[in-house]
């Protein structure tokens, strides 16, 4: 991997802000194109801190180099309108070198590890909500929204009253307030935005600390499956072995029954040759003798 690969962004992203036209109880969907500017195969992961919120298709994905690759977030139905339609949910698009010839597939939480020591690409995208196009203004009101009614009587009340003509809208008032706030106040606010911002940042830190340990956890997972697939395996041939030692013993057994029978059948035979030959050799033996005796006496 190069050093200017290492160094600039992996990924030209287009729009830069997540625009919902938000209507209660509609879903709303905006689309992000991903460009590839390296010469190398990009791999993507896209996080944000209310998944419940957002359905994001596709979440991961291969850009081959100068290629480009678009997925789509959709916002769920809300049934609560946010105040002033002001959103602090925020994206965050992870991207990394792979090698060539990687899959969708092949990827897996550990390429956006930053354990890993590899160049992690990060790049954060927030949310914007905008009425729907050729609609009255609306404003919250107890979760719902409603037609702005500031303009008719209490309006004209108040320039009766008052003598005041030309009274910005709501909206543009309330910015020139907060313009002229006190500096307590800014500084309140400032401190509201940097926490908000820290908070955002820890879930995404979570997240990223979670996907971190998930590796090692799929890891050990896998470890036990093929020791406890070695363990059966093993259990199996003993099993066998048991099984073909036991066969074999009865075999020997039945061999040595047959041969201590085939003994007792040659003891047996043995024994009656013997009974039945002793006589004979007995009678030859007299009748040697008898001739010998024979031809001494009578020569």
């Given at each position: 991997m190069n050093y200017q690969v290492m160094t600039s962004e992996l990924l030209e992203i287009q729009p830069r802000e997540l625009k919902f036209t938000f209507e209660l109880k509609k879903q709303s969907s905006c689309s992000v194109q991903l460009g590839n500017r390296s010469d190398q195969y990009v791999a993507f992961k896209v996080k944000t801190t209310s998944p419940k919120k957002y359905c994001v298709r596709p979440n991961i994905g291969i850009i081959r180099p100068k290629a480009t690759c678009e997925f789509t977030v959709t916002m769920q139905a809300q049934k609560v309108a946010p105040p002033d339609l002001q959103c602090k949910d925020k994206f965050l698009i992870q991207s990394t070198v792979v090698p060539f010839g990687t899959t969708d597939e092949d990827i897996t939480s550990g390429m956006f590890s930053k354990e890993s020591g590899k160049y992690i690409d990060e790049k954060?995208?927030?949310?914007?909500?905008?009425?729907?196009?050729?609609?009255?203004?609306?404003?919250?009101?107890?979760?719902?929204?409603?037609?702005?009614?500031?303009?008719?009587?209490?309006?004209?009340?108040?320039?009766?009253?008052?003598?005041?003509?030309?009274?910005?809208?709501?909206?543009?008032?309330?910015?020139?307030?907060?313009?002229?706030?006190?500096?307590?106040?800014?500084?309140?606010?400032?401190?509201?935005?940097?926490?908000?911002?820290?908070?955002?940042?820890?879930?995404?830190?979570?997240?990223?600390?979670?996907?971190?340990?998930?590796?090692?956890?799929?890891?050990?997972?896998?470890?036990?499956?093929?020791?406890?697939?070695?363990?059966?395996?093993?259990?199996?041939?003993?099993?066998?072995?048991?099984?073909?030692?036991?066969?074999?013993?009865?075999?020997?057994i039945r061999e040595k029954d047959i041969l201590k029978h085939e003994v007792e059948l040659l003891r047996r035979k043995r024994m009656k040759r013997i009974q039945v030959g002793f006589p004979l050799l007995y009678v030859c033996m007299v009748a040697l003798i008898s001739l010998a005796f024979g031809y001494l006496l009578h020569p």
């Open positions: 954060k995208l927030r949310v914007v909500l905008i009425s729907p196009p050729h609609s009255p203004v609306l404003l919250p009101n107890n979760g719902e929204l409603k037609k702005d009614s500031s303009y008719d009587a209490p309006l004209h009340k108040n320039i009766a009253q008052n003598g005041i003509e030309n009274i910005p809208p709501p909206q543009r008032l309330a910015e020139d307030v907060a313009d002229f706030q006190p500096a307590k106040d800014m500084e309140e606010l400032k401190a509201a935005k940097d926490a908000e911002a820290r908070h955002v940042d820890n879930a995404m830190n979570f997240e990223s600390a979670k996907e971190a340990v998930e590796p090692k956890l799929v890891k050990d997972l896998e470890e036990l499956k093929s020791k406890l697939q070695l363990t059966s395996s093993k259990l199996q041939e003993a099993d066998h072995t048991i099984t073909k030692l036991t066969k074999e013993r009865s075999a020997a």
